[in-house]
T-cell receptor, first 112, second 114 residues
């Protein structure tokens, strides 16, 4: 199949370990942040989101942390599984616009 | 399947030809977005519709590109006089009225211009 990202930073983890994917966002005025997972040949799949008035949000096996002081966003995946292998993108948006601005992706490889 | 659908999934065309892509959003989603993604990059915003009104357009959307959503349901994206630089994945997303934050993406249309 086609490749989503040919020269992306890669994080390789052992199955069962926790993964942390980091993202530096660009606009201190952004109000909303979101993480997507993208597998080869597919569109981005929503994982978890967070608004700027929060610093942490948890989902099933995933946690997003927001540090507005240093404009940093992270995605933590607990007990990483082979099915988590994909490219992960963070995106930001201001409430004055519906445009999502995507960061550069990170490829997650899960070793069995 | 109740997700966003896009057709065709793949399109190969010769330079100079016109192409049109279709997006069907999730039922009752009133907001619809088009993005373009090239290999190794994140999606880039092209345009946004609320119902049938086109409310936001990127400068990436040159005069060769036009998008419509005539009845506030499906949308079409047309590229006229295609160029090799138009080769990309064209992604459509939609959002419901109750949660305008989250955008749900379709599988995309892969365009190759020869």
């Amino acid at each position: 199949g086609e490749s989503v990202g040919l020269h992306l930073p890669t994080l390789s983890v052992q199955e069962g370990d926790n993964s942390i994917i980091n993202c530096a966002y660009s606009n201190s005025a952004s109000d909303y942040f979101i993480w997507y997972k993208q597998e080869s040949g597919k569109g981005p799949q929503f994982i978890i989101d967070i608004r700027s008035n929060m610093d942490k949000r948890q989902g099933q096996r995933v946690t997003v942390l927001l540090n507005k002081t240093v404009k940093h966003l992270s995605l933590q995946i607990a007990a990483t599984q082979p099915g988590d292998s994909a490219v992960y993108f963070c995106a930001e948006r201001m409430d004055s616009s519906y445009k999502l601005i995507f960061g550069s992706g990170t490829r997650l490889l899960v070793r069995p | 399947d109740t997700g966003v659908s896009q057709n065709p999934r793949h399109k190969i065309t010769k330079r100079g030809q016109n192409v049109t892509f279709r997006c069907d959003p999730i039922s009752e989603h009133n907001r619809l977005y088009w993005y373009r993604q090239t290999l190794g990059q994140g999606p880039e915003f092209l345009t946004y519709f609320q119902n049938e009104a086109q409310l936001e357009k990127s400068r990436l959307l040159s005069d060769r590109f036009s998008a419509e959503r005539p009845k506030g349901s499906f949308s079409t994206l047309e590229i006229q006089r295609t160029e090799q630089g138009d080769s990309a994945m064209y992604l459509c997303a939609s959002s419901p009225p109750a949660n305008t934050d989250t955008q749900y993406f379709g599988p995309g249309t892969r365009l190759t211009v020869l």
